[in-house]
């Protein structure tokens, strides 16, 4: 009788052990469970499964900012836009510090920063798109400023966006930054360029596209100087090693430049093709 009782407590529990391996097969078990949790949509590899976020700073027009009806706007919002719809994805703007765009992105709160995000002097620091579009750093002055060269920035007060590509085409000037009067950083280019208009600074350096921007939107008697400070490009920056993301967005802004709707956005804010891809 103890024989007979042993066998049966010996197959009630291979019998468990089986069930429970049966079920770990069926579920996926844990491992697989956080695989489909961490790839999202379509196994597309983002920072919250089935949504795109990108990070992008809300004072920059016309790449990233607020419209008149209080919604983010712009043009690389919009290319983002159509990126997320392509990859069957939901769009979630996120604005942020400039200055803390590398903790964003170490912290997993975006998946990439996308806003006229300059790559030169930064390749080795991000995983990048190829670049989408071109841009130059320029100064923008008042009109009547007696202002016309860079020679003429001697002793005037001159304002850059903190940790902006001005900022950092100007570490690489300092024959220049030493002739300036005063050299300041603001927070954003809308701060910097009403300084410029009340008359307490005497010169922006910034992104050409978005000081003409400004000045066609009706900046007060603002111009831009002719001699430029530095050629650069811009691109998609993701986290360092994000090549899988990054890759399905290029492929996809390849898509986008091939068929013409990235022509068809860049005539819609700029008058005219200025993008890259493709070209």
Do not use: H
């Not at 949504?51 to 900012?65: A, E, I, S």
């Not at 798109?129 to 001697?154: C, H, R, W």
């Amino acid at each position: 009788m103890k024989k007979l009782c042993m066998l049966l407590l010996v197959v009630v529990l291979v019998c468990s052990l089986a069930a429970c391996t049966t079920n770990q097969g069926e579920n996926g078990g844990g491992d697989v469970e956080g695989e489909e949790e961490l790839n999202g949509a379509d196994g597309i590899n983002t920072v919250v499964p089935g949504k795109f976020t990108v990070g992008f700073d809300q004072n920059f027009p016309p790449m990233g900012f607020v419209g008149d009806d209080g919604q983010f706007t712009g043009f690389d919002l919009e290319l983002a836009a159509e990126v997320a719809q392509r990859l069957n994805l939901e769009l979630v703007l996120q604005p942020i510090a400039w200055d803390a765009k590398d903790m964003e992105l170490s912290t997993r709160n975006i998946d990439c920063v996308w806003n006229g995000f300059t790559m030169n002097g930064r390749e080795d620091l991000y995983t990048w798109t190829e670049p989408y579009m071109a841009n130059t750093q320029v100064f923008v002055v008042k009109g009547g400023s007696g202002i016309e060269t860079l020679a003429d920035l001697a002793g005037k007060a001159v304002v850059v966006q903190m940790d902006s590509s001005a900022e950092a085409a100007l570490k690489d000037r300092p024959d220049l930054v030493e002739t300036f009067g005063d050299y300041l950083a603001a927070p954003d280019y809308e701060n910097a360029l009403m300084d410029l208009e009340a008359g307490a600074v005497d010169a922006v350096a910034m992104d050409e596209v978005v000081a003409n921007y400004k000045i066609g939107k009706g900046g007060e008697d603002l111009y831009v100087l002719e001699e430029q400070l530095a050629a650069e490009e811009y691109g998609v920056g993701f986290l360092l090693g994000n090549e899988e993301l990054r890759d399905i967005v290029q492929s996809t802004l390849e898509e986008m430049a091939a068929d013409g709707i990235m022509t068809e956005l860049s005539n819609t804010w700029f008058g005219k093709d200025v993008t890259t891809i493709g070209k």
